[in-house]
């Protein structure tokens, strides 16, 4: 792992994370207090250009109950009820060298993970199928609308090379029928023994290169109740693996990667820098 540190002063540590080409800031506040991290915030620091860029950020923290509790939020600030790779992504520091598996929550939802051989496996919960309004003159039409802990409207198309995903997405990804958030868009195209999917997630406004809750979404459809395990191929290259276990809970498995680590410093462009470095300093 690579060190981006400007020298010793004061910051947060952070590491910089990616599953499968999803990226994430990760800050570690289990052990000591942290700052409150609002929407303006989380957005400066993820803007590739201003701060350190990513797709979403990773908190963790430590409950009264002594439980780890994982908050994620968007590109945009935004606070996101599930991310798939987020949960791979902080369950390989949870887990550090060991197997596990280890339990923790990522916002309200339960993730049991587990290293397999050179992947991280987490255990996401149920998919389900949400019922649909009309669509039949919205073009391109959606198959499904499935809730992998994020709505994701599930698209097939027959060469996903060339496609235009984020015109495309527009119309779904502001639809009003999953509600005032609206939902990603996954485009799905369904191969021999594999699916190769491509999201346009919201929060990010834009396609990313891979999407662990799209990858469970597109396989409940691809799977049409079968436990698989079903590969899914991503925009980034990197293969996923989706299965049902005899609980019928999914279970995600990919690859994970610690990019480099630093210091955030707090100064005058970040919104809220003046409160939030006054109490660092405090706690310090």
């Given at each position: 792992m690579?060190?981006?540190?400007?020298?010793?002063?004061?910051?947060l540590p952070?590491?910089k994370?990616e599953?499968?080409?999803?990226?994430f800031?990760?800050?570690?506040?289990?052990?000591?207090d942290g700052p409150?991290f609002?929407?303006?915030?989380?957005?400066?620091?993820?803007?590739?250009?201003?701060?350190i860029?990513?797709?979403?950020?990773l908190?963790?923290?430590?409950?009264?109950?002594?439980?780890v509790?994982?908050?994620?939020?968007?590109?945009?600030?935004?606070a996101?009820?599930?991310?798939g790779?987020?949960?791979?992504?902080?369950?390989a520091i949870?887990l550090?060298?060991?197997?596990?598996?280890?339990?923790?929550?990522?916002?309200k939802?339960?993730?049991?993970?587990r290293r397999?051989g050179?992947?991280?496996a987490?255990?996401?919960?149920v998919?389900?199928?949400?019922?649909m309004?009309?669509?039949s003159?919205?073009r391109?039409?959606?198959?499904?609308?499935?809730?992998?802990g994020?709505?994701?409207?599930?698209?097939p198309?027959?060469?996903?090379?060339?496609?235009?995903?984020?015109?495309?997405a527009?119309?779904?990804?502001?639809?009003p029928?999953?509600?005032?958030k609206?939902a990603?868009?996954?485009?799905?195209?369904?191969?021999?023994?594999?699916?190769?999917i491509?999201?346009?997630?919201?929060?990010?406004?834009?396609?990313?290169?891979?999407c662990?809750?799209g990858?469970?979404?597109?396989?409940?459809?691809a799977?049409?109740?079968s436990?698989?395990?079903?590969?899914?191929?991503?925009?980034?290259?990197?293969?996923?693996?989706?299965?049902?276990?005899?609980?019928?809970?999914?279970?995600?498995?990919?690859?994970?990667?610690?990019?480099?680590?630093?210091?955030?410093r707090f100064?005058?462009?970040?919104p809220?820098?003046?409160?939030?470095?006054?109490?660092t300093?405090?706690?310090g």
């Amino acid at each position: 792992m690579k060190g981006k540190s400007e020298g010793p002063g004061p910051g947060l540590p952070f590491l910089k994370l990616e599953g499968a080409g999803n990226d994430f800031v990760l800050f570690d506040f289990r052990t000591q207090d942290g700052p409150k991290f609002t929407a303006p915030m989380a957005r400066f620091i993820l803007d590739r250009h201003r701060g350190i860029g990513g797709d979403g950020l990773l908190i963790l923290r430590t409950n009264s109950a002594g439980r780890v509790v994982v908050d994620y939020r968007n590109a945009d600030g935004s606070a996101a009820e599930f991310c798939g790779n987020g949960a791979r992504c902080a369950a390989a520091i949870l887990l550090g060298e060991e197997q596990g598996p280890i339990t923790f929550h990522l916002m309200k939802i339960e993730v049991v993970a587990r290293r397999t051989g050179g992947s991280i496996a987490v255990r996401v919960g149920v998919a389900e199928e949400r019922p649909m309004p009309e669509l039949s003159r919205l073009r391109p039409r959606p198959a499904a609308l499935i809730k992998a802990g994020v709505d994701h409207w599930i698209v097939p198309v027959g060469d996903l090379n060339g496609l235009d995903v984020s015109g495309l997405a527009q119309p779904l990804r502001h639809h009003p029928w999953p509600g005032p958030k609206g939902a990603n868009v996954t485009f799905v195209e369904k191969r021999r023994s594999e699916i190769r999917i491509r999201t346009y997630e919201r929060g990010v406004e834009g396609e990313t290169l891979s999407c662990g809750s799209g990858c469970v979404a597109a396989a409940h459809w691809a799977l049409a109740g079968s436990r698989g395990p079903l590969q899914v191929l991503t925009e980034g290259e990197e293969l996923m693996r989706v299965w049902l276990d005899d609980s019928g809970l999914y279970w995600l498995e990919g690859p994970t990667a610690a990019v480099y680590q630093g210091f955030w410093r707090f100064d005058r462009r970040v919104p809220g820098w003046a409160a939030e470095a006054r109490q660092t300093a405090r706690r310090g």
